[in-house]
């Protein structure tokens, strides 16, 4: 039966596809289609897999019985029955060698797709008892998931082909599309989905600029968030159609559903394709401004696909990521950091790379350790530059780093979330102090501009200082917005009033720029604002002359620059801010 699950609009696009229903903590198993070849290798790393947990399983029973009952009570003998039952389950094995044979899914991925609608039918039980055993069948699972995790995979990752929407009705054989449904994904998680095979996704919580939506929208597919229980609502396997557009996942679409938004689809192709001429057509407005269109990257790796649109530069290295992803107290050294960070200068091929100190805390967490101040509001706690002051080792590593990558090609540092004048004169000295170190050392580095975000409030209205330090100002407009209003970026139960158009956030917008203008430094916006072609036309009205975005949005930024005369839109837009309704002013 169809029905639609309405969430928030975060990454453009149609997807139509099958859903691969992962809950929360799922997400580290690798998932990728192997080749009909490897369809017995991978069952007989499955069947190792559960053999090895049987094994464990009956060495344990041989020790409790040399044991007492204090000790080994006969509940705990009685468990490990029940779980060596639930390891020989038919439905268990032959449910995995399905998704291994008919779908070609790896076997970690096929074991947890099975685990997931095992899951279910047991959530629909009567008896009490046995619903209760759905815990110790994720037990089993988790255990020859850990033992696997330790043996080698013989399979490459092929990528993944995007079918069109007429393959799909012709034919379900095993490549078709496949979208995510996830209860939650960690900018981490969405990583390791970089390189991945889905075609869109939908996760149960998340607002428009939480970091997971930032990066979907960076891997330019169609995805939704806090689509509150998406990921009960939908059974793995189900057909679902992802309209990023609106915000809406329609499951098990009827066939005439199906072409409409098959059309769809054709449609923004086709777009894409038009859109994709004015890659090398200079972003000029009617009355001549240039306007530099820059992308924010999240890997060194990005800025392939940075140069493939045609942007100018890199205005925001997300620099945070490189330090995701690893063990705990595992931080990249300063040889490693400078690896990277020369990898995105050499990328962007002489054209000027912005990196960003690290930025971390908040929806950003180093690693998954429980907080013991979890009562704390994370998003005021010691996030971006006040974890870097309080980590001035680590620090002063990364500063050397993005110092020494200077001398390969036009390197600028920006310093996140930044409001106290002791703040910038502590981050200041500490940059002296890196440069110090490296003329000590021999080491050559060369010229880096040092510019501030603007992402509180506290920044934007003291300008003066800031000016007086920077080279350059950056506004951050996710946390600018986020601390304007207090509302948590993150969190899809107030996302209704996360508001761009809010005249305090925009006025604070404009100060900024218009401070920066007459004191002639540099200024972009480099939030989600700067790629939301809803704002193009305002921000140059106010005299904003560089955008940095993800590169999936500079070709449709620039189409929007190509059509505006910013001198006549500068009136215009300052009447915007100055109305009691922005939101309305602007889309009259
Ligand atoms: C911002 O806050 O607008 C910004 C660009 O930084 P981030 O989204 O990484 O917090
Ligand atoms: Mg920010």
Not at 86 to 101: C, N, R, V, Y
Not at 562 to 583: C, F, H, I
Request: net charge negative.
């Amino acid at each position: 039966m169809t029905f639609s699950v309405h969430g928030i609009a975060v990454a453009r696009g149609i997807a139509i596809g099958r859903a691969v229903v992962m809950g929360s903590g799922r997400a580290d198993v690798v998932h990728y289609f192997i080749q009909p070849s490897q369809v017995e290798a991978e069952i007989e790393r499955i069947r190792a897999g559960r053999n090895a947990v049987v094994d464990e399983i009956h060495r344990l029973q041989q020790t409790i019985t040399t044991m007492g009952p204090k000790e080994a009570p006969h509940e705990l003998s009685a468990l490990l029955d029940v779980h060596l039952m639930l390891l020989q389950d038919e439905e268990l094995i032959s449910g995995i060698k399905h998704w291994i044979t008919d779908r070609l899914y790896n076997a970690e991925w096929a074991l947890t797709t099975q685990l997931e609608a095992l899951s279910r039918q047991f959530d629909e039980m009567e008896d009490e008892y046995l619903r209760e055993r759905k815990a110790d069948l994720e037990q089993v699972a988790e255990r020859i998931l850990r033992y696997m995790k330790g043996m080698p995979s013989p399979v490459q990752q092929p990528a993944p082909r995007r079918k069109t929407q007429q393959d799909l009705l012709l034919d379900d054989s095993v490549d078709v599309p496949l979208v995510l449904v996830a209860h939650d994904l960690s900018p981490a998680d969405m990583l390791q989905f970089k390189q991945s095979v889905f075609a869109g996704f939908v996760t149960d919580v998340g607002g428009k600029t939480s970091h997971t939506a930032i990066v979907a929208r960076s891997l330019d597919i169609p995805a939704v968030v806090g689509a509150r229980s998406a990921s009960n609502l939908v059974r793995q396997d189900d057909w679902v159609i992802i309209d990023g557009d609106t915000g809406v996942m329609i499951v098990d679409p009827s066939p005439i559903i199906l072409a409409e938004y098959g059309f769809k689809q054709r449609q923004v192709e086709l777009e894409r394709g038009r859109l994709g001429r004015l890659r090398h057509t200079p972003a000029v407005t009617l009355d001549g401004q240039k306007v530099e269109l820059l992308a924010n990257i999240e890997l060194p790796e990005d800025a392939e696909g940075a140069l493939r649109v045609g942007a100018v530069g890199v205005g925001l290295f997300r620099s945070e990521f490189l330090f995701m992803g690893r063990g705990i107290g595992d931080m990249p050294d300063e040889e490693e950091q400078y690896l990277a960070y020369r990898k995105a200068v050499e990328g962007m091929q002489g054209l000027p790379v912005t990196i960003r100190t690290l930025d971390v805390g908040a929806d950003k967490p180093l690693d998954e350790k429980p907080r013991d101040e979890a009562h704390l509001n994370p998003a005021l706690g010691l996030r971006a530059i006040r974890w870097s002051l309080a980590e001035p080792e680590m620090f002063r590593t990364q500063l050397r780093a993005i110092l020494r990558a200077s001398a390969h090609g036009k390197v600028n540092m920006l310093i996140p979330m930044i409001a106290h004048a002791t703040e910038i004169r502590q981050t200041l000295s500490l940059i002296d102090f890196a440069r110090a170190e490296l003329d000590n050392r021999g080491v050559p580095y060369g010229n880096v501009p040092i510019g501030a975000m603007i992402e509180i409030p506290a920044a934007a209205l003291s300008l003066r200082t800031f000016l007086k330090y920077f080279d350059f100002l950056s506004i951050g407009t996710n946390d600018l917005i986020q601390y304007t209003l207090a509302i948590d970026r993150a969190d899809e139960s107030v996302a209704h009033l996360y508001d761009p158009c809010h005249p305090a956030v925009l006025r604070l917008i404009a100060g900024t720029i218009s401070e920066c203008v007459r004191q002639g430094k540099g200024v972009s916006v480099c939030g989600e604002m700067a790629g939301d072609t809803q704002f193009t036309r305002l921000l140059l009205g106010l005299g904003l002359r560089s955008f940095s975005m993800h590169p999936a949005q500079i070709l449709a930024v620039k189409q929007e620059v190509l059509r505006a005369d910013a001198g006549r839109l500068a009136p215009w837009s300052r009447e915007v801010v100055d109305s009691e309704d922005p939101g309305l002013a602007l889309s009259a």
